[in-house]
């Protein structure tokens, strides 16, 4: 799995490209517990292009999310695939992150 | 014409996940089913797979995982094999779905979306092996189409 991250006013973006399971998880979670620990409160996590979640990547979102509401931060995710979001749903997960049709629309919550 | 049975063993550690998801788009896609199905029975399969290794073995061993998929009937059916500690992921209690993220648990999500994308999911212990059939009914709106020239 590829992960661009950008800087967008402030706002810490990762695009995600690929597919995010146990064996890809790790590295994911080491990179936005990074941006967290540099003191990022803002992050918007682009599905565009990710073609797989497993509950490994679930866990990372959840983490990440916990992480930065303790930090008074906020976690937008934007742009999934509907068998992505499908996944979020089973999972009860879309009650308690905010999950967005669009990058602008994300942006636009900060 | 397209097989309609597939086997393959897959060892027991994370990385085999692309052989999984190699074998069934391979397998998938020869026989039609659309890629929404294709990524549903992958996810199922891993979370089951990921389990089986994370969990089922208690030595250092490299283990081997049997797994076999076929068509039949508008159904697939999977079939898992592993000869790890008994383990049986049908009694596994559904996480609480209602809860707040402060509650939220991870624990026997894999389990759980692995049940949800499949129509039945039986476990049996025979032999000293872990044996998982998983059925999926795909609709008949996903038939193989044979491609006409001319």
Redesign the interface.
Known sequence: MEIIEENQSGINIFKLNG?L???TSQGFEKKIFQAIDDGSKSMIIDFKDLE?I???G??VI?KA??AL?REEGKMMLCDMQ??VKE?FE????D???RIVGTMDDAIQSF | MAKNKVSFKLKSKLSELDTLCQHLERFGQSIGLSPKCIFEANLALDELFTNIITYGFDDKKEHTIEVTISHQNNKLIFNIEDDGIPFNPTKVDTPDLECTIEECKIGGLGIHLAKNLMDEVCYQRCKKKNILTLKKNIKEAEPAKKRMKG
């Open positions: 597919r399971d146990s064996n797989y497993s509950s490994a679930l866990r959840l999310t916990k509401k509907d068998y996944v089973i999972a009860g997960f009650s308690f992150l």
